[in-house]
């Protein structure tokens, strides 16, 4: 729907973290929401994300598979 992501967060589910990245997933209901962090000067890859479609909702692309390349320094937010 059109209304913002509301989640009230008990914890965190590590998804994918080395050195210089972090990928999280938190649920509140059927709220779901995919956090992934680069603080490397490059991009990075990250994996082990469930598969489907997602949205990124920094940038508005569209992330598909269980694998993405995150840009240097950045971060993405995933919606369903």
């Known amino acids: ?5 509301t989640l009230y967060i008990t914890g965190r ?4 973290v080395d050195n210089d990245t972090w990928a999280y997933r938190m649920e509140s209901g059927a709220d ?10 490059a991009p990075k890859t990250v994996s ?3 598969g489907g479609a997602w949205k990124d909702e920094l940038s508005g692309a569209t992330v ?3 694998s993405v390349s995150v840009p240097e ?4 937010i995933l919606v369903p």
């Open 1 to 5: 729907g059109n209304a913002p992501l």
């Open 13 to 16: 589910t590590t998804l994918f």
């Open 32 to 41: 779901k929401a995919i956090v992934i962090i680069n603080r490397s000067d």
């Open 48 to 50: 082990n994300l469930p």
């Open 64 to 66: 598909n598979g269980t």
């Open 73 to 76: 320094r950045g971060a993405m």
